[in-house]
């Protein structure tokens, strides 16, 4: 098979040329980005090697090649952070090797399952905060920004639960300055900003402002007051792991960056599939309904309970079902440190290798009827039969996500909560446009009106 090349131009001003989301502009600026890439994918038979000028890519999208990459020669494959940095700094998120497993591991603790149920009130916390505003935007009428809605809720609930503090910054400006970033360094060519609807160019000065509330942001939430001055929280874990003698590169930089993976990493991608989720559900009433009616049998009229919440598996598959449908990282990108063969290809020392989760997810190879949405494909006994690898949300291997269990409590409540008080009515063209980004975000948001029930 011939490789492809794809041919790009090199523009001037913002964003990184070298960063592989620029070198992908082509392929993903596109009405429907992710039908493109499955045409290719098929054409190809699932291994896709992209030539540039100076450096080669492969897309990968079966779940053997997931295996390969993130399992069984997982060491071969070190991470790809480019345009990042300023976002994750030199957080775990970004690094590889010995001193990976060795910021990681103070850390693992506080995602353990048995930490959950102290996490449990300040979640529910954060979720009665958003419906107390989601009450005021039901009496005005105004249309709102899920994702802004969602994200500012996931960042209330990882500063409440995890660093045991209130929020002490505006979530809404510090999510647009982070959006405004993250759009810009990673797709030169989309760098026109959307301001009151006139789309005005973005400058480096923009950006350059935009990075430094966010860097402002872990120290503001160490200085605010503790809420219940708990003992084990991972901001503790932190503090406790910068203290240690003997661990001199966790120094007080990492603890900052630390805050800002979780204040970014364990945020956007929570908000997304929550957002997704409401969207879905506003296109299927009649899972709206049984979630509704699952709550009730579950909780009868009263908020849920620690110990109710793993009953409420309706929901659950309904999150699962999303983050199917829609993963909030579809593309996970690895640069290979030696030579290897994937399906009979070469892959070169220096390649950037691009698992396509979203292709795995929506095959008909391993889904049934792949685009419909069936949460009830989640239930227990047909997730037996489903195929290794193909479902990738929170990737798989010693990189996997540290906090997909704690996100799926986080939205399962969530949704409870906000469903039984509220209809998220979604106003916006359906199908909703993709901008696929190194996240797979709604293009310009997903506006909805929120009808308060009672
Ligand atoms: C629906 C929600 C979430 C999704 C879909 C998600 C997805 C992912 C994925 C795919 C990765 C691996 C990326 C790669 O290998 O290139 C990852 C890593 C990570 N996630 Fe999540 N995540 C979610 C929620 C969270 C939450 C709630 C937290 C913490 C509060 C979190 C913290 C992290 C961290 C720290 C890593 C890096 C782990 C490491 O490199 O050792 N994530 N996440």
């Excluded at 001003?13 to 070198?23: A, D, T």
């Excluded at 600026?29 to 045409?39: D, I, K, S, W």
């Excluded at 001055?229 to 406790?240: D, I, N, Q, V």
């Excluded at 990189?399 to 509220?422: D, K, M, P, Y």
Aim: glycine share 4%; net charge negative; hydrophobic share 40%.
């Amino acid at each position: 098979m011939a490789d492809m090349t794809v041919a790009y131009s090199p523009s001037h001003g913002l964003g990184e040329e070298q960063s592989i989301w620029f070198k992908l502009t082509p392929l993903l600026n596109q009405e429907n980005p992710m039908q493109v890439l499955m045409a290719l994918s098929d054409k190809y038979g699932g291994v896709i090697p992209i030539n540039l000028k100076n450096q080669r890519i492969v897309l990968l999208s079966e779940p053997a090649h997931a295996e390969r990459v993130l399992v069984s020669n997982a060491d071969n494959y070190t991470k790809y952070f480019d345009g990042l940095r300023p976002i994750f700094g030199k957080s775990m998120i970004t690094i590889d090797g010995a001193l990976w497993q060795k910021i990681r591991t103070p850390q693992q603790a506080a995602f353990h399952p048995n930490m959950f149920e102290e996490y449990f009130p300040y979640l529910m916390s954060a979720i009665d905060s958003k419906m107390a505003r989601w009450a005021e935007i039901a009496e005005t009428g105004e249309t709102v920004e899920m994702v802004e809605e969602t994200w500012t809720l996931a960042a209330e609930m990882v500063c409440k639960a995890l660093f045991d503090r209130e929020m002490p910054f505006n979530p809404h400006f510090v999510f647009q300055q982070v959006k405004i970033y993250t759009d810009v360094m990673n797709h030169k060519s989309i760098r026109l900003k959307n301001q009151r609807g006139e789309l005005v160019e973005m400058t480096a000065e923009d950006t350059a402002k935009a990075m430094e509330v966010w860097h402002s942001i872990p120290e503001t939430v160490i200085g605010a007051n503790a809420i219940d001055h708990r003992e084990k929280t991972l901001l503790k874990m932190l503090e406790a792991a910068e203290a240690d003698p003997d661990f001199p590169e966790f120094d007080h930089r990492q603890v900052i960056d630390e805050m800002k993976q979780y204040l970014w990493a364990g945020t956007e991608s929570t908000a997304l599939t929550l957002a997704w989720s409401l969207y879905l559900l506003s296109q299927h009433p009649e899972a709206m309904e049984r979630i509704r009616a699952e709550a009730h049998a579950v909780c009868g009229d009263a908020d849920p309970e620690w110990n109710q919440v793993q009953q409420l598996s309706y929901t659950r598959m309904v999150i699962q079902e999303t983050m199917r449908l829609f993963p909030p990282v579809w593309a996970l990108i690895r640069i290979a440190a030696g030579d290897d063969h994937i399906q009979g290809h070469k892959v070169k020392a220096g390649d950037k290798v691009v698992i396509l989760s979203y292709i795995a997810h929506h095959s008909p190879k391993y889904w049934d009827d792949p685009e419909k949405f069936d949460p009830e494909r989640f239930a227990p006994e047909r997730a037996k039969k489903r195929v290794k690898y193909s479902y990738l949300p929170f990737s798989a291997g010693k990189r996997a996500c540290i906090g997909g269990a704690l996100s799926q409590i986080e939205n399962t409540l969530a949704l409870v909560q906000l469903l039984r008080r509220f209809t998220p009515e979604y106003v916006g063209p359906v199908p909703a446009k993709i901008h696929a980004t190194v996240t797979f975000c709604p293009k310009g948001g997903l506006p909805f009106r929120i009808r308060a029930l009672r």
